[in-house]
């Protein structure tokens, strides 16, 4: 979190009347240009719970919305988001923003081998060039290309998508010996989850 400068533009010191202090920036949840971002070196500090992420939060409810709820830990949203966010320009001319993405979080999937509800450690780090529907982004090495919706971002949208495109398609205890009581009629078969149906819709939207 960034906050106001001290002294006269940033806290009221005035003998009479309460103390005020200046309101609290969030950069998390401001929007802007992207050259704006990167003009400051703007670098946003992220801990934040899976709930205020609205379509990662929604997902992961869809995808435990078949299990037994007494199943669930009832305080799965509760769970930290924590990164950071550097915007920046990969280069002297200041053609193109970059964003490098740093995230961790751990979040309470369904194993596809077991159908059990299990926390399941996602992490993830990109390093994103930046721009609007009517820019022209040539490409780097080491970048990946990031067309945004509208001109203006907001790094609190941008965490949402990347976490719901960092989900795997498929959930799944990292050893075999982690699942318990299974049904030997749900191997082999197919399943489709919230996570892979909508990844799957974000791929074919790039």
């Known amino acids: 979190m960034f906050f106001g400068g ?3 533009d940033g806290f009221d010191t005035s003998s009479e009347g309460p103390y005020h202090a200046r309101a609290m920036d969030d950069p998390l949840r401001d929007r802007r240009l992207p050259r704006d971002w990167a003009a400051n070196d703007q670098v946003v500090e992220i801990s934040e719970r899976i709930g205020s992420f609205t379509r990662l939060a929604s997902v992961v409810e869809a995808d435990l919305s078949a299990q037994d709820s007494g199943k669930i830990p009832v ?3 509760d769970s930290l988001v924590t990164g950071k966010l550097n915007f920046g320009f990969p280069d002297p001319q200041q053609d193109t923003v970059a964003l490098d993405i740093s995230l961790a979080v751990t979040v309470v999937a369904i194993c596809q081998r077991c159908l059990r509800a299990f926390e399941m450690p996602l992490s993830t780090e990109l ?3 930046l721009g609007g529907p009517q820019d022209s982004i040539a490409a780097r090495d080491n970048y990946e290309i990031w ?3 509208e001109e203006a971002a907001c790094p609190m ?3 949402d998508e990347v976490l719901v495109m960092s989900m ?3 959930a799944m205890h990292e050893e075999a010996d982690d699942c318990v009581d299974v049904d030997e009629r749900e191997f082999g078969k197919e ?3 919230p996570f892979a149906s909508l990844r799957a819709q974000m791929d074919k939207g790039k």
Request: charged fraction near 20%.
């Open 168 to 170: 795997p398609l498929s």
């Open 75 to 77: 305080d799965w949203r």
């Open 6 to 8: 001290a002294g006269q």
């Open 127 to 129: 390093a994103l060039l």
């Open 157 to 159: 949208d941008i965490v």
């Open 147 to 149: 067309e945004l919706a």
């Open 191 to 193: 399943m489709t989850t």
